[in-house]
């Protein structure tokens, strides 16, 4: 069944307990944090989706539930973006090539999304340019979709072409 939570709401001079539910497979949306930032009760569950991990910080500072490195960016796109603003569209572009790829951990992403609050953590300084703002653009595509992407669909497809778009990535 959904999830149950009460909340007080003030009506008329009074107070009556409100139910909300949270419908079954209904899915929250997803936040972004910088892992700089310092973790907060509402973030939920801090996913780490960085292939390196954040420089300086120790695994208590960051708090993270889960590092899933292979739903970041290949190192060869990573190192061919190198948060080149020009290179913005393209990266991104690039980057959904290859999550198209990755539909088991899109898939676990969408699940943790049902269970509750899901923060994508992320150690790039630009908070607009960088690759948990596609992944999130992803999730919420799939969301709003109702509809996971489907598991067969990467069958058949190279990896390397499918990664860069066909175009040399260098």
Do not use: I
Request: aromatic share 6%; proline share 5%.
């Amino acid at each position: 069944m959904g999830a149950l939570s009460q909340a007080p709401r003030k009506r008329r001079g009074g107070t009556r307990a409100v139910q909300r539910v949270r419908a079954r497979g209904a899915r929250c949306a997803v936040e972004l944090k910088r892992a700089y930032e310092p973790p907060s009760p509402d973030d939920g569950m801090r996913v780490l989706v960085d292939r390196l991990w954040p420089r300086g910080l120790s695994k208590e500072q960051l708090a993270v539930d889960l590092w899933l490195k292979e739903v970041a960016p290949s190192d060869e796109l990573r190192r061919w973006y190198g948060h080149e603003p020009r290179r913005w569209k393209s990266f991104a572009a690039k980057y959904r090539a290859e999550l198209a790829q990755r539909t088991d951990l899109l898939h676990l992403l969408d699940e943790l999304r049902r269970r509750g609050q899901v923060t994508l953590l992320y150690g790039a300084r630009d908070t607009a340019g960088n690759n948990a703002v596609v992944l999130r653009e992803v999730l919420e595509e799939r969301r709003m979709s109702g509809r996971p992407a489907k598991k067969s669909a990467a069958r058949g497809r190279t990896k390397a072409s499918s990664a860069t778009g066909g175009d040399d990535v260098s």
